[in-house]
């Protein structure tokens, strides 16, 4: 099955600063690659997605890149702000008929110091 | 509109009693995940459903563990013989349809086994 892994899992950054989580997948099949943001004690949210028919996907102040060779996606934040402190998680799909299964990271925990 | 929901938010039980745990998907969604999340842990996978069927149940630890869509929209996780190892969050998602799609995620539901 799916394998993903996550790094760094503790991330700490300056206001202004930019951050970036980096995450491997074992399944060549993969073609869904979602990132959430989650918030102590809230549910995950989904920040941004990528799919394998494109290589980068921003939106405003958040990017997404995707290796298809290596099998790697990174989330990239610029100008970080305090409240983008919460934990982060990337997923991937499952090849084969059960796409819609997502195997996520370990999980990195992003601080941002004002 | 409404998100996903989840009742209860919180549920205490004595190991070896029966639990059942609600979710409602967003409303037209066809598609259902239950995933397990442990405290510093990303959301596990247990069990989707397309419409009403279960479209990959290999997430789901052992035969105390069950889930159901009778009508393809509110779905139940049941568990049965509940064991302290039980303990986590339990988190619902629902998608517009089967596959690489975007899932949102319930606030889920807090289970503690005593």
């Known amino acids: 099955g799916e394998n993903v892994e996550q790094h760094p899992s503790t991330l700490s950054v300056q206001e202004g600063d930019s951050a970036v989580i980096k995450c491997t997948y074992s399944?060549?099949?993969?073609?869904?690659f979602p990132w959430y943001k989650q918030e102590l004690g809230k549910r995950p949210q989904l920040i941004i997605d990528?799919?394998?028919?494109?290589g980068e996907k921003k939106d405003q102040r958040i990017a997404v890149t995707l290796n298809k060779t290596a099998k790697h996606f990174s989330l990239h934040i610029t100008e970080t702000q305090p409240e983008d402190s919460a934990v982060y998680f990337c997923?991937?799909?499952?090849?084969?008929?059960?796409?819609?299964?997502?195997?996520f990271g370990q999980g990195t925990i992003l601080t941002v110091h004002p | 509109g409404a998100g996903v929901s989840q009742t209860p938010s919180n549920k205490v039980t004595e190991k070896g009693k029966y639990v059942e745990l609600r979710c409602d998907p967003i409303?037209?969604?066809?598609?259902l995940y239950w995933y397990r999340q442990s405290l510093g842990q990303g959301p596990e996978f247990l069990i989707y459903?397309?419409?009403?069927?279960?479209?990959?149940d290999s997430g789901l630890p052992n035969d105390r563990f069950f889930a159901v869509r009778p009508e393809g929209s509110v779905s139940t996780l049941k568990i049965q013989r509940t064991e302290r190892g039980d303990s986590a969050m339990y988190l619902c998602?629902?998608?517009?349809?089967?596959?690489?799609?975007?899932?949102?995620f319930g606030p889920g539901t807090r289970l503690t086994v005593t």
């Open positions: 399944d060549s099949a993969s073609n869904y």
């Open positions: 990528i799919r394998s028919n494109v």
């Open positions: 997923a991937a799909n499952a090849g084969g008929t059960s796409y819609g299964k997502l195997t």
């Open positions: 459903f397309q419409g009403t069927g279960a479209a990959d």
């Open positions: 409303s037209g969604h066809t598609a």
């Open positions: 998602a629902s998608s517009a349809m089967q596959g690489p799609y975007e899932q949102y």
